[in-house]
């Protein structure tokens, strides 16, 4: 079955610097990778989200790359602000109709 | 508003107490799911529904049930809880499995 790796566990940066998020993959069929933020006790939100037939998808301040060969996600943050500072998941399908497999999460700490 | 609606957001129980988590969407999704979240292990699947009727075992399902008998609705049971089964749950639901959740505000179940 499908397995997710998120690393790293924790990562704390400076406010203004660059964070990034990776995630690997086992199964090269999987076709939608999606990424959640969870503030401390709040629900995980969608923040940004890209399938199989695109290489990078950005919002703002946010980024997400595939690299569908090595099977492997990133998430990237730019001029990071304290209310970054969340657990992120990455998430990875399959296919269509299958359930969504979590990372364990990464805990995002942006110090002002 | 479309929303994913638990209750209830807190609860403390007794060991074999039976108790009942209530899930409900008001965005006419076809899937919903119910997830686990413990500390350092990121957000584990317990059950999910493809649509009316249908349901399935996720990662975790060892001492819950569930049931989907209309579409809005997806109650997660707990017979007869354990304190291994303290923990923070959340429901979610999407048009499709893979496809971005919205999730719940969780239920944060304490069993003594």
């Known amino acids: 079955g499908e397995n997710v790796e998120q690393h790293p566990s924790t990562l704390s940066v400076q406010e203004g610097d660059s964070a990034v998020i990776k995630c690997t993959y086992s199964d090269s069929a999987s076709n939608y990778f999606p990424w959640y933020k969870q503030e401390l006790g709040k629900r995980p939100q969608l923040i940004i989200d890209i399938r199989s037939n695109v290489g990078e998808k950005k919002d703002q301040r946010i980024a997400v790359t595939l690299n569908k060969t090595a099977k492997h996600f990133s998430l990237h943050i730019t001029e990071t602000q304290p209310e970054d500072s969340a657990v992120y998941f990455c998430a990875a399908s399959i296919r269509a109709g299958t359930a969504l497999i979590f990372g364990k999460g990464t805990t995002l700490s942006v110090s002002s | 508003e479309a929303q994913v609606t638990q209750n209830p957001r807190y609860l403390i129980t007794v060991t074999g107490k039976k108790l009942t988590v209530t899930c409900s969407q008001n965005m006419n999704h076809e899937y919903m799911s119910w997830y686990r979240q413990d500390p350092g292990l990121g957000l584990r699947q317990i059950y999910y529904s493809m649509n009316v009727e249908v349901t399935d075992k996720g990662d975790v399902p060892e001492g819950y049930k569930v049931s989907r008998k209309e579409k809005r609705n997806f109650p997660l049971i707990l017979e007869s809880p354990s304190p291994n089964q303290t923990s923070l749950y959340f429901c979610?639901?999407?048009?499709?499995?893979?496809?971005?959740?919205?999730f719940g505000s969780g239920t944060r179940l304490t069993v003594v």
């Open positions: 979610a639901s999407s048009f499709e499995a893979s496809y971005g959740y919205t």
